[in-house]
Structures are given as C-alpha cells and as structure tokens.
C-alpha cells in the first residue's frame, strides 16, 4: 500500500488548532509533550521485554523448574498459552467498547500480577502451573494495544511518534536473550523474577504517566478558567467606559 497508493497526511494549522477545543492534552502549546513520549517509550521498554520472555523462555522454563517437564510437555502448554492469547486479543476487541484503555491496562496488570505469583507458586504442581501459564498469557494480549490507543486519547500518534514507540519497546530486547539464555538453565527462576520486575517497572511508569495527564489536565483547566475570569473583566470594564 505504501508503494502502490501512498497515504498523504494532512496538514494542520498549529495556531487554528491552538484555538480549537478538540486539540489533544499533548498537542497544546506549553504541555509536557516531550516529557510523556519518552516515558510511554520507556512503559513499552519494560513491558514488551517481560512479552518477549514469556513467548521465548516458557518453554525451556517448564523444563528446569522441580517438576522437570519434557520438551514435548513444555511445547503443549506452550501452545495453549499461545492459543489463550490470541483469544484473550479476541475478546478484549470487545471488552473495549466499554472500558476505557486506562482501566483495560490496569485491570490486565492486576492479572499478571497474580498469574505470576500462582506462577511461582507452581513449582511442584502442573495442575497450578496450567492456570497460572494460562492467566499469564490472558493478562498479556491486550496491553500492548491498549497502550496506543490509550495515549491517543491525549496526543496524536504521527509517523516520527509511532516510530519513536515501536523502535523503544524492542531497545531492551536486544540484551535479555542473552542473560536468560545463560541462566535460565541453572537459576529457573530468574525467568518469573525478570518478568515480575520489568512489570512492576511498567507499573511504577503507567502511575506517573497518569499523573502527569491528570495535572496538566488541571493545569489547563485552569488556565482555561483565568482566561475566561478576565475576558469577563475586561467586558465589565468596556461596558462601565
């Protein structure tokens, strides 16, 4: 398509958008622009390294914790896990229709949360190591979406800035094969600590995103309601002269 019947953006006038109601939170002049591209590029760091080690290291995971499961065993839960995925992707199309990105993301964080835990906890049982794989791979299908259509909420999500976002959430995964790939064979559990501490990382970054967007939505709404106090005084004054 990009080839054969290239798109052309239109292009805006910054000072008719300025006036403009509908400009996004982000898009306005004297906002944090550049302050929360970069900390959504770091949220998609953490979090899509903690996707790459649970798509790439479950498997060889599996076979190294107490309960020693065969490759084949490993490679079944793995595709179960890949399965749950796709549909959890599935249903959240539509559990988007109702909920906002922010609480799908919230909400699918408590679910790592706890699926990790469970995980952890499912050293020596496979029936607990099942559901625990399984509400993983629930809890990871829709954040990565959500995330974009989050952020589009409050900046418009051009060419250079979809780059920028997709090029940061593959920078960390350039390290991590090599560093599980070497331990994950004697310390099994640096497969669910490294997952555990790239999302509480996430986490700490999508709390700090949130408020920043909540005091500059204050901040503008009160800036708003100075601008409109002395219009107001000034429609006082000329009435009085």
């Known amino acids: 398509m990009f080839v054969i019947k290239r798109y052309r953006s239109l292009s805006n006038n910054s000072a008719d ?11 306005r002049k004297h906002s944090p622009r550049v302050l929360i591209i970069t900390l959504v590029s770091i949220f998609l760091a953490f979090y899509f390294v903690s ?6 290291f479950s498997a060889t995971y599996f076979q190294y ?21 796709t549909i959890g992707r599935g249903i959240s ?12 993301i919230a909400y699918h964080f408590l679910i790592l949360i706890i699926s990790i835990i469970i995980l952890f906890s499912a050293q020596n049982s496979i029936t607990i190591l099942w559901f625990g794989s399984l509400t993983l791979s629930f809890g990871f299908s829709s954040i990565f ?24 959430s593959s920078v960390l995964n350039l390290f991590t094969p090599f560093i599980l790939g070497t331990y994950i064979e004697k310390y099994s559990v640096i497969f669910v600590a490294s ?3 790239n999302l509480i990382t996430s986490i700490v970054i999508f709390v700090i995103i949130l408020y920043i967007i909540r005091k500059t939505e204050k901040n503008n709404s009160n800036s708003i309601s100075n601008n409109n106090e002395i219009q107001m005084e000034n429609m006082t004054n000329s009435e009085y002269m």
């Open 17 to 27: 958008n300025e006036n403009n109601s509908q400009t996004k939170l982000f898009d």
């Open 145 to 168: 979406p959500s995330i974009f259509s989050f952020i589009s909420q409050y900046l418009i999500i051009t060419d250079r800035i979809g780059t920028i976002l997709i090029f940061s």
């Open 195 to 197: 997952i555990l501490l």
């Open 51 to 56: 996707e790459l080690v649970y798509l790439q």
């Open 93 to 104: 199309v539509f559990i988007a229709i109702k909920i906002i990105p922010q609480h799908m």
């Open 65 to 85: 914790i107490p309960l020693k499961l065969t490759a084949s065993k490993s490679a079944e839960i793995v595709s179960a896990m890949a399965l749950t995925y």
